[in-house]
């Protein structure tokens, strides 16, 4: 009875490679905290929305409440967005969106989803390299 042939030896090489690297991301997305727990300050509030933070991130104040912490802010020109939640990076407000169960995005990362609005604001000061979040006004 003949061997295994290159074709069938190869398959069964990468099949075997598969399901390691199968088996390493389930792992590792064990391994995960989920969000609106850990470095976010309070509990996660309605439906999964995260809680209020403050922090210092690479020498700017980053933080973030959610939308009934300013239900006045939020009904004034923000109605529809996600569920609402504000981000201030040093003092000036980062716009940002929940896009459902696939996270969280600012208008400085429009294009990349973050597990919460802590994750969105700290990529967005680190693509900022100083300098200021400029407001939105789009009347102008």
């Known amino acids: ?28 997305s064990a391994d995960t905290v989920p969000a609106g727990t850990g470095s976010e300050g309070s509990a996660a509030g309605l439906a999964g929305t995260p809680g209020s933070f403050d922090e210092v991130f690479e020498g700017r104040r980053i933080q973030g409440t959610p939308a009934e912490a300013h239900a006045s802010a939020h009904a004034h020109g923000h109605a529809g967005h996600g569920a609402g939640y504000r981000v201030m990076i040093d003092g000036r407000e980062l716009p940002v969106m929940q896009h459902g169960k696939s996270g969280w995005s600012s208008t400085i990362n429009h294009y990349e989803r973050f597990a919460t609005p802590l994750e969105a604001a700290r990529t967005a000061v680190i693509s900022l390299k100083g300098a200021v979040v400029v407001p939105f006004d789009p009347t102008a």
Do not use: K
């Open 1 to 28: 009875m003949p061997g295994p042939t290159r074709r069938q030896a190869l398959g069964a090489a990468i099949g075997i490679a598969a399901g390691g690297a199968l088996v390493g991301v389930t792992s590792a």
